[in-house]
């Protein structure tokens, strides 16, 4: 198995890409016990969360991220990520500063090692 912060990596580089492409795309990565916190509202389970993320109101979205930290969950391969960076949306010239935390759960997918997002919580920073 890859290490810790590869598999963070990777999945961070995935997640943004595809958000940044195709919100819907994301619903591989979550089930039906994952929970999403966005800006304090939480919704719990793949179609609750892929319909909170499709409807947020902008047309274009870019994540520029700018830290990514990760470490050991509570079960083996578990991993917490906590990423910083900035978003752009739509025509808007000033990016707006966000955190987002994840906590990846390993599954087996037909012999393969994947990963689901057990618990997403994202935050706006306001300075």
């Known amino acids: 198995m890859s290490s810790l912060e590869e598999v963070a990596t990777l999945f961070v580089q995935f997640y943004y890409n ?7 795309g994301l619903s591989g990565l979550y089930r039906d016990g994952s929970m999403l916190t966005f800006e304090s509202a939480s ?6 969360i892929v319909e ?6 902008f ?4 994540h520029q991220v700018a830290t990514m930290d990760s470490q050991p969950g509570v079960a083996p391969d578990h991993i ?5 960076g900035q978003l752009l949306v739509d025509e808007e010239q ?7 935390s994840f906590y990846l759960v390993p ?3 037909n012999g ?16």
């Open 80 to 84: 917490m990520v906590l990423v910083t």
């Open 43 to 48: 919704f719990k389970g793949t179609p609750s």
């Open 112 to 127: 393969q090692a994947r990963y689901y997002v057990h618990n997403d919580i994202f935050k706006l920073v306001y300075a």
């Open 94 to 100: 000033r990016p707006m500063s966000y955190t987002q």
């Open 59 to 62: 047309r274009q979205i870019k």
């Open 18 to 24: 595809q958000f940044d492409q195709d919100r819907a």
């Open 52 to 57: 909170k993320l499709q409807s947020l109101p």
């Open 107 to 109: 599954e087996n997918v």
